[in-house]
């Protein structure tokens, strides 16, 4: 990584009752969103390791733990290069300080698969400083040189004569030493915790119910807050009558925000209670007419009309003259991201300063956000990173919407408060993966070779009106819209790419793997569709158009034979295949399904995956297996829709999401390659709409156009 | 106002009749295990055993519960249920089955209730009992094999050991 060489190293100042501490401090970067200021803390240190005297290592994890697993992989990284015992090592989540900031993107945020390949020199790093000290701690001691003691990989320094000394006994020594500038990182082949598969070490508290979510935050006086948003976005309150929440008993205030009216009350039920009594008239506003049926209009016919250029190779005049084209019209609807834990943040204000506790992916960003809500300098907020119950995107948002909220509300009413959102807030509450259409034309040479693909996209920018736009759009083009089309991996001689932009008021987000959700689903069930027009089978259609992608063709054919592609399947069943590279990994999925009589069944799906050097294994087969349901929940049954300007969905019976018997088997190889780690919570996602397609297209000879499978008549 | 049991301990509640079972565990017990996730029995992420049966307590009004013995994921491992809790947590952690966790009360809930009464089940009765548990994560494939897994090993002669002592992420202190 780019930043190594720019990173300076500071001594933490701090060395809590004998602990080693090691920190980072991060130069600030040229063209950087946010301005993240340090956060002058006593405790925890503005440190990634922490060396007990009982011989504990705690690692701070920078990013937050949402699912993905950072809390066990992370720490592998220091105790690769620490030589301590993994037993003994522990991880907390770090609160927001500059300290923190991704080594990329220059702010404390996780996001973008990147929380492994960014965390990989910089933790290791600290596992080497620390081992390093605690040798020189050692050496001293016994009056041997640094040369002469070595360690022993399980917490212990070894000196001539057989000398030992435990890591705890040597932390007090070692705090107290000058972080050495240069270390040496081990080899890969002398690894023996990285690329181990390893369990998680948080499972203890996750499975007997102990682990801390924002939502179990207790603090003294805490008072529930459940808010009334408009019913239709970016409507204003009115007026309000709240004569009969007043006399819901355990209500205590009732408040006007910008975003809506706020009942704070004793507990949930109250809050719950008191809302529901609540009488808002709203100003609708500008999107009380938003229908999804206007939208797919307003889409399809832009979708025919001359776009801004996102890319353009070859001669896309070509394609008219093609001996044989295709045209598809292809929608996607918005999608919620729906984490099992709704979105939550509780508020203290103390003094001149406050504290806050949120599951937040975007500390860099939510940190000062919630400091100029609160009024304060974002020296005096302290923001505690707590386990999020799921995010997939949504706690992510460069508009800090649920945490300035919590803000707003704790400045007027002076008691702490947590809001909650309840889960018809979270359906209902925007920040959607955006609805699109898509046009596509491809065009076939008489030999069947795909000569030209002309794609239209249209649909809402997600970080257009955010503070990303300066540093994304170019040209007036969101790469997030176009993601896995202008970059098309197949070879293609003439390309023709082209993006409408379209403001919607609908609120809009980065969902598991952002772009490729949906470009993924429309190139990858269109080169079937070509596939099938050339009469070629779709796996050597993809293999003819991949010569210069050897690392796509190996995921492509390792897929393909695990799953015994081409081999007969039970009557009924059909196998799909797909291919998409997205977070720098690369991934082939093969679905089998059939047709049932309430619509498409995912038997299994083969993965085969490479995402570079594996930390470990166990982690990347979990996120394997996740991505993959999260995408077929979507691809059968995601959808939000509007009418009269309302969400028409509201809560898991009619936004119903993937469950058990809807799992199919999901069965990972992995291609070991490369000597470092790229992306593995999102590239899963992407494969899987469009392989269930393609089996389905296999299937009845009908090609898949949109999504949700559900809205489908299959009969 | 009822009296019931929580963990074995009495509770003499006093607050109103409609108060939902899981925001007295939440908000006057302080037993934060239990999650919220819906609010109208569509996710099982509050399932706790109320007379041994597996029960949303996000739509369990406390009036429903006069005299019930109510179970919560803190006191699973202190019931008649003992072993199997024991057992499906130590498959929990040996199976890896944990991804964010905030359904994970809720999935061992219900598993322990399954196995308490079939230690055996096929896949069709674990999709019967489990697919009132939404995970998000798509943790389902690992609870499948760590369901049959404790079913295994509470069908052997030896009682499940204890999970072992892991590594443990502190939890942050609100």
């Known amino acids: 990584m780019k930043t190594v060489n720019r990173r300076q190293f500071l001594k933490s100042s701090a060395a809590l009752g004998g602990a080693l501490v090691i920190g980072f401090w991060l130069p600030e970067r040229a063209g950087r969103a946010f301005a993240q200021p340090q956060v002058q803390r006593t405790a925890p240190p503005n440190a990634f390791l922490r060396i007990g005297k009982d011989g504990t290592c705690t690692v701070f994890v920078k990013h937050l733990e949402f699912g993905q697993g950072v809390t066990t992989s992370l720490p592998m990284l220091v105790a690769e290069e620490l030589g301590c015992d993994w037993t003994k090592v522990r991880a907390e989540l770090a609160d927001a300080g500059a300290v923190y900031a991704h ?113 179990d935050v207790q603090r003294k006086d805490l008072h529930t807050v459940l808010v009334a948003h408009p019913p239709v976005f970016g409507a204003k309150v009115a007026k309000f009558n709240a004569d009969k929440v007043k006399e819901v008993p355990g209500v205590t205030h009732v408040v006007e925000l910008t975003s809506g009216v706020a009942v704070v009350a004793r507990n949930f039920w109250a809050a719950k209670k008191g809302r529901d009594a609540l009488q808002v008239d709203w100003d609708l506003g500008p999107n009380a007419n938003l229908s999804t049926e206007g939208l797919r209009k307003q889409f399809g016919d832009l979708a025919r009309t001359p776009g801004k250029s996102a890319k353009k190779a070859g001669d896309p005049a070509a394609i008219a003259g093609a001996a044989r084209t295709l045209v598809a019209d292809y929608e996607v609807p918005f999608l919620a991201h729906a984490p099992m834990e709704p979105l939550n943040c509780t508020v203290e204000m103390q003094g001149d300063g406050a504290e806050i506790w949120v599951g937040s992916q975007f500390q860099g960003v939510d940190h000062p956000a919630a400091a100029k809500a609160l009024g304060l300098d974002p020296s005096k907020v302290k923001l505690h990173t707590m386990l999020a119950g799921g995010g997939f995107g949504r706690r992510a948002n460069p508009v800090s919407d649920y945490v300035i909220e919590a803000c707003a509300i704790a400045v007027k009413v002076k008691v702490p408060v947590k809001v909650v959102w309840t889960r018809e807030d979270d359906i209902k509450g925007g920040f959607y993966r955006p609805m699109y259409v898509h046009r596509v034309e491809v065009a076939l040479d008489a030999g069947g070779k795909l000569t030209g693909w002309r794609h239209a996209i249209v649909g809402p920018s997600i970080v257009g009106g955010t503070p990303f736009e300066a540093m994304m759009v170019k040209d007036g083009i969101d790469p997030t819209s176009v993601e896995g089309v202008a970059d098309i ?33 429309v190139v990858e069930t269109m080169i079937d569709e070509a596939a099938k027009a050339a009469g070629k089978d779709p796996v050597e259609f993809r293999r003819a158009l991949l010569t210069r992608h050897p690392r796509l063709l190996k995921v492509l054919d390792l897929a393909a034979s695990k799953a015994g592609w081409g081999t007969a399947l039970p009557a009924g069943r059909a196998r799909g295949i797909a291919l998409v590279e997205s977070f720098g990994s690369a991934c082939a999925q093969v679905a089998e399904v059939s047709l049932e009589k309430d619509g498409p069944k995912v038997h299994r799906v083969v993965v085969a995956f490479d995402c570079g050097l594996v930390v470990n294994p166990l982690t990347v087969e979990a996120q394997l297996q996740s991505a993959v349901a999260f995408g077929l929940s979507a691809a059968l049954h995601g959808k939000i829709t509007f009418k009269d300007g309302q969400v028409e969905q509201s809560n898991f019976h009619d936004y119903p999401v993937l469950r058990m018997s809807e799992m199919p088997k999901v069965e990972v190889h992995l291609v070991s390659g490369g000597d470092k780690p790229t992306g593995v919570g999102e590239p899963g996602t992407p494969p899987i709409a469009p392989a269930v397609a393609n089996a389905l297209f296999a299937l009845t000879g009908k090609p898949i156009r949109m999504l949700p499978l559900d809205d489908i008549k299959w009969a | ?115 308490g009464k079939n230690a055996a089940p096929t896949d069709a009765q674990i999709d019967d009992a489990m697919n009132g548990n939404i995970c998000r994560c798509g943790t389902y494939q690992r609870v499948r094999e760590a369901i049959k897994s404790a079913g295994a090993s509470l069908k052997g002669a030896a009682p499940a050991a204890a999970p072992k002592a892991a590594p443990k992420a502190a939890p942050k202190k609100a």
Not at chain 2, 18 to 27: E, G, H, I, M, S
Not at chain 2, 29 to 52: D, E, I, P
């Open chain 1, 103 to 215: 080594t990329a993107y220059g702010m404390q945020m996780t996001g973008g698969s990147s929380s492994v390949w960014n965390s990989w020199d910089q933790l290791r790093t600290v596992g080497a400083q620390a081992r390093t000290m605690l040798m020189q701690a050692a050496a001293d001691q016994w009056k041997v040189k640094l040369a002469d003691v070595r360690v022993d990989n399980k917490g212990f320094v070894l000196g001539p004569g057989g000398k030992k000394l435990a890591y705890g006994q040597l932390a007090e020594a070692a705090a107290k030493l000058p972080v050495p500038e240069k270390v040496e990182l081990k080899p890969a082949k002398d690894f023996t915790i990285i690329g181990k598969p390893t369990r998680r070490i948080d499972s203890p508290e996750k499975v007997n119910g102990k682990a801390m979510f924002g939502l």
């Open chain 1, 489 to 521: 991996p197949y070879e293609i001689p003439n390309l023709d790419v082209t993006l409408h932009t379209v403001s919607t008021g609908v609120p809009v987000l980065w969902w598991r793997s952002v772009g490729h959700s949906h470009t993924g689903f």
């Open chain 2, 1 to 115: 106002m009822a009296k019931f049991h929580v963990n074995g301990e009495q509770v003499d509640f006093r607050g109103a009749a409609d108060t939902p079972l899981l925001w007295v565990l939440r908000d006057y017990l302080a037993l934060n295990g239990t999650k919220y996730g819906c609010g109208m029995a569509q996710c099982g992420a509050c399932t706790v055993h109320v007379g041994g049966e597996p029960t949303r307590a996000c739509v369990t009004p406390v009036s429903t519960l006069e005299g019930k013995r109510v179970v919560t994921i803190e006191g699973v491992t202190a019931t008649s249920q003992a072993r199997v809790a024991r057992a499906v947590q130590a498959a929990w952690i040996d199976k890896d089955v944990v991804q964010c966790g905030y359904c994970q009360s809720g999935q061992v809930m219900a598993a322990v209730a399954l196995l």
